[in-house]
């Protein structure tokens, strides 16, 4: 791109965050200092409200950017995201949603540590919050590194990497100054305007083939180079057993993972009633649904209008189609359509990226407040310095996500989130359904829960194709790879499952009937919550 496109875009961008920034200044004079202000925004948020917020939260970079390159690249095989992703919900709807929101106040590890002792509890349940988190983060930041490459016309790693400093920056800011309510808002204004930019661009998308969405597929697979393959299942995950294995286990990480990312569950603190939180949820689901069926669409425009091709050679990983597609769509590189539209769809992404690290640090920072270092201080330490250290957290947080995301900068944002969601589904889902479903269920069973899903998957994306042995990974100039899948879920979360009933059985402690009692009461009536 010249100068004269680069220029709108960076405006449009510095305008999301000088806005962001005046929200986050604004909240932060109004701010109480309280845990209950800084972790879920004084608990005074809508439904509709929180809704928006978590869509927000939930269409990250991997939706906007990752799933529609995955669909340009690889056709049908490139919607096994949106399935599920979206199917997702429902489990949180029908499972998560209420009952966290009943037992527990800022984090996973308050609902299990309501039965349990509290000290190994949240010592393991901070700690696999915070590897999620870091794992989300460097999705954020990959999306951003890929953004900026095209946006200022530059492949060279400098720009990438000083896109990469600036969000980090910048999403430390919004957490340790504003905290749950600043990012809030910044989730609500997001969602409107990804929300808003899918729209204009599906509709432009389906006027170029005046609404025929048969021709669109076409087009999408004669110009993919494999014909009607591109439109069946197969072409990314029908190779050999290991290609279908991957496929089996990147469909469990996705629809299972959901219910264990710490950044949603702390939204539903954020309301002040558990049947707030379960309407949340339904306005998410409309929202995110929405969003989903129109990145369908953007994913096959993107094959038809640009070509598979073109997206390749802009982004291996197809990061970069959805812009693409915006300034072919508004007349192509030297018009000032194309101009306008890649500005809007690059400031948009930015936004998406912005207010997605915002929600994932305060989330992370709250587990190592709230869990670990609640966990491991003197029993007299100051009221406030939980929330002075969940500060301090965001800085730290922020310096390793940047790390790691300058590191992985090459892979797709998309398929790093399903990583993410694998580990999510291994060690945080296994300690939370027995937690609130089996009442024989002990201390060292949650302790073993966690760990047993959290170290496998951890080791064995270490030793898949993801880390080293082939021309795509993090190393490829070495190979250790024992492990053939790319996503661990498949092994990782059943040994999740596995390890929380066998350090249950095996335990000598007696579980304690009446606390049981006592939560489930709560979950599923309310009464004593926070």
């Known amino acids: ?43 005074l948020f809508s439904p509709m409200e929180n809704g928006f917020a978590i869509a927000g939260d939930y269409m990250s970079a991997a939706s906007f950017l990752g799933i529609a390159g995955l669909i340009a690249l690889y056709g049908y095989d490139g919607l096994l995201y949106c399935v599920g992703f979206l199917v997702a919900w429902l489990l949180v709807l029908f499972l998560v949603a209420e009952l966290v929101r009943n037992c527990g106040r800022f984090t996973l590890a308050d609902v299990v ?21 870091v794992l989300y983060l460097v999705a954020q930041m990959v999306g951003a590194g890929s953004l900026v490459a095209v946006l200022l016309g530059r492949t060279g790693g400098a720009a990438q990497a000083w896109t990469v400093i600036g969000v980090g920056a910048l999403m430390v800011i919004y957490v340790s100054l504003g905290g749950m309510r600043a990012t809030t808002w910044i989730q609500i204004v997001k969602a409107v305007l990804l929300l808003g930019g899918t729209v204009v661009l599906t509709v432009l998308v ?34 050999d057993w290991t290609d279908r294995f991957d496929f089996i286990s990147l469909g469990l990480a996705l629809v299972l993972g959901t219910a264990g990312l710490p950044h949603i569950l702390s939204r539903f603190y954020t309301v002040p009633t558990a049947r707030a939180a379960r309407r949340s949820v339904v306005w998410s689901i409309g929202l995110i649904g929405s969003f989903y069926l129109m990145t369908i669409v953007l994913g096959f425009g993107a094959a038809a209008v640009v070509g598979p091709e073109a997206v390749r050679g802009s982004n291996a990983a197809g990061n970069t189609a959805v812009p693409l597609l915006a300034l072919d769509l508004g007349g192509g590189p030297g018009s000032t359509g194309g101009t306008v539209l890649f500005a809007v769809v ?12 915002a ?39 922020g310096v390793v996500a940047i790390a790691l995301g300058l590191l ?49 998957a951890i080791g064995l994306v270490l030793l898949s194709p993801v880390v080293s042995g082939s021309p795509d990974s993090l190393f490829p100039a070495v190979d250790f790879q024992y492990f053939p899948l790319d996503n661990p879920g498949i092994v990782s979360i059943p040994l999740g499952f596995l390890a929380g009933w066998l350090g249950t059985v095996t335990s000598d402690e007696v579980a304690d009937e009446g606390k049981y009692a006592e939560t489930e009461v709560r979950s599923l009536t309310g009464a004593g919550a926070a």
């Not at 986050?24 to 209950?36: C, M």
């Not at 901070?126 to 988190?133: A, E, F, I, L, Q």
């Not at 024989?440 to 760990?451: E, K, L, P, S």
């Open 1 to 43: 791109m010249s100068g004269d496109h680069q220029t709108p875009a960076l405006l449009l961008f510095t305008g999301f965050v000088a806005v962001t920034l005046g929200i986050t200044t604004w909240v932060s004079r109004r701010r109480h200092g309280s845990a209950e202000e800084f972790y879920a925004g004084g608990r």
């Open 113 to 133: 540590a309501a039965r349990m002792r509290e000290r190994p509890v949240r010592i393991a349940a901070g700690t696999s919050s915070v590897t999620v988190s």
């Open 206 to 239: 389906l006027l170029r083939f005046h609404g025929d969405v048969d021709r669109l597929m076409l087009t999408a697979a004669e110009r993919s180079g494999h014909g009607k393959a591109f439109l069946a299942p197969g072409l990314r995950y029908g190779g």
């Open 346 to 357: 690059a400031a948009v992404a930015f936004a998406t990226i912005l207010a997605v690290v």
């Open 359 to 397: 929600g994932i640090t305060l989330a992370s920072s709250a587990s190592v407040a709230h869990d670990l270092y609640a966990s491991l201080r003197r029993p007299h330490g100051k009221p406030r310095s939980e929330v002075a250290v969940a500060r301090w957290a965001a800085v730290g947080i």
């Open 408 to 456: 992985a900068r090459d892979l797709n944002v998309a398929f790093l989130v399903g990583l993410a969601f694998a580990v999510a589904a291994s060690a945080n889902l296994p300690v939370l359904l027995y937690s609130l479903f089996w009442r024989g269920f002990t201390t060292r069973g949650a302790v073993w829960a966690v760990y047993g899903g959290l170290l496998p």
